[in-house]
């Protein structure tokens, strides 16, 4: 399976005098040739990469606000690169860098559970991890995310790299977020337990934490299940197990 990215339309910014490529140049604030004229996600070029991912779409639009709003000390310095494939009862999952470079910095880790129909290649350069594939299991993805992210050093951690055999908490009720298997019950549960925090409910599931499309669900829950929390005497507490 291959996936070969998208072109954008970009006809309407070339004939009004904005520098195209592939896509519209940005500069390190989202900025094209004109200042008055900013271009974010699947149009935007950046050093040479378009991000077709909704987190890089997001990440840029928060640095646009941000210059907008005065604060230039923040700029863009490109997205991770990552894409889960939604397809019920096969987990795979791509992060960063999938191919190992040519070059004796990198090394390549891979993990093959033929029984198991389990997949893992970790590449690794200068102790830290760059890219990683998971197929059979995508438990792993938001650790993963997270370490090339803050790009940490490995040292004794590179021989969990492989061998963590986490298990996930099971979906409970309608699915919210198929990047990392999260139902509604799921966010319920951490709400009754005192979760309050649309972000921080994201980061203690995992749901919103890949694509991020279901992050208005995820509010939309946390909103209804803490209202419907403020009236006990007229609504059951939600429970869902
Ligand atoms: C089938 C599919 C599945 C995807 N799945 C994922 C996924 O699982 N995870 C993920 O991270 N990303 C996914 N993506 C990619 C993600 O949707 C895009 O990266 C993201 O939507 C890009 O946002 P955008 O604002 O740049 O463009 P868009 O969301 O395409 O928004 C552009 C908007 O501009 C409007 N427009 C275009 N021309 C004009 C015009 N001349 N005048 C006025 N309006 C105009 C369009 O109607 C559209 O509303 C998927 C994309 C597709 C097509």
């Known amino acids: 399976m291959f996936a070969i990215g998208t072109v954008p339309n970009i006809e309407l910014a070339k004939t009004s005098g904005l520098i195209c490529r592939r896509g519209v140049i940005v500069d390190d604030y989202l900025q094209t040739n ?3 004229v900013f271009a974010i996600g699947e149009i935007a070029e950046f050093k040479g990469m378009l991000y077709g991912i909704t987190a890089a779409a997001e990440q840029q639009a928060e640095i646009v606000a941000q ?3 005065g604060a230039i000390a923040k700029y863009y310095t490109g997205s991770l690169l990552m894409n889960i494939l939604k397809m019920h009862g096969t987990d795979l999952c791509s992060l960063g860098i999938t191919e190992c470079p040519d070059d004796p910095a ?8 033929k029984a198991k129909r389990y997949y893992k290649k970790c590449i690794i350069h200068n102790d830290r991890l760059v890219g990683a594939i998971l197929i059979g299991d995508k438990n792993e993805f938001l650790e993963y995310r997270s370490l090339i992210e803050s790009k940490t050093e490995l040292s004794e951690k590179r021989l969990q790299l492989l061998r963590s055999g986490k298990t996930q908490e099971p979906v409970i009720g309608k699915l919210v977020c198929s990047c990392n298997n999260v139902g509604e019950g799921n966010l319920v549960n951490k709400i009754n337990e005192g979760c309050k925090d649309h972000l921080q409910l994201c980061q203690l599931t995992g749901a919103g934490m890949g694509c991020g499309s279901c992050r208005p669900e995820v509010k939309q829950i946390l909103e209804k299940t803490l209202d419907i929390k403020k009236e006990p005497s007229t609504s059951p507490q939600p429970q869902l197990v």
């Not at 990198?106 to 559970?113: A, L, M, P, R, S």
């Open 34 to 36: 004109d200042p008055n």
């Open 67 to 69: 210059y907008l709003n």
């Open 106 to 113: 990198y090394e390549e880790v891979v993990f093959i559970d």
